[in-house]
C-alpha cells in the first residue's frame, strides 16, 4: 500500500464520487480535497476523515468517520445543496463496493447525518453528510 488509509480512501471517494452519473450530473468533476479558490459552483469537497484502530484477529482495520460537504450556487439555495448531499449519500451508504480503495478493503460505510446551513460567504449553502465506515487490509 502505496498512500496510508486515509489518502488511499480520500482518493476512492473521489473516484467514487466523479463515477457516478447522479453525482457528475449535478457537480460535473468538480470533487476536491481543497477545491481552488476560484471554484465554479456546485462543488463537493470532503471533509474530515477520522481513522481509529480496530483490534481484531491479527489483521490490520479502522473505524472511519468521514464527511462530504456539497456546496451550491449562491442562487441555487439549501435546496441544491440537499438535492447534491442527498445524491452523494445515494451513491455511498451501504454502498462500499462503489469505493475503490487501493491496496485496502472498505467493508462496509452506512450514511449518519446530514444537515444543510448557509454557508460562511453568507450566500451559498453547505450541506455535509457525514458517514462511518470500517476500512481494512
Known amino acids: 500500500m502505496a498512500d496510508d488509509p486515509a489518502t488511499a480512501l480520500q ?3 473521489v473516484m467514487a464520487l466523479r463515477r457516478d ?3 457528475s450530473a ?3 468533476e468538480r470533487v476536491y ?3 481552488p ?3 465554479a459552483f456546485p ?3 470532503l471533509g474530515s476523515i477520522d481513522l481509529g484502530p480496530l483490534r481484531s484477529d491479527g489483521a490490520k482495520a479502522w473505524d472511519v468517520a468521514f464527511s462530504i460537504e456539497a456546496h451550491s ?3 441555487a439555495g439549501r435546496v441544491e445543496a440537499s438535492r447534491i448531499a442527498g445524491a452523494v449519500i445515494a451513491c455511498l451508504d451501504e454502498r462500499a463496493e462503489a469505493v475503490p480503495v487501493e491496496g485496502l478493503s472498505l467493508r462496509w460505510v452506512q ?3 446530514s444537515t444543510a446551513a448557509r454557508a460562511p460567504d453568507g450566500k451559498s449553502y453547505v450541506a455535509p453528510a457525514a458517514f462511518q465506515a470500517v476500512l481494512g487490509t
Do not use: A, H, N
Request: proline share 12%.
Open 11 to 13: 482518493r476512492g471517494l
Open 37 to 39: 479558490s476560484d471554484v
Open 33 to 35: 480535497d481543497e477545491p
Open 111 to 113: 450514511f449518519v447525518t
Open 73 to 75: 450556487r449562491p442562487d
Open 21 to 23: 452519473p447522479t453525482v
Open 26 to 28: 449535478l457537480v460535473g
Open 43 to 45: 462543488y463537493l469537497r
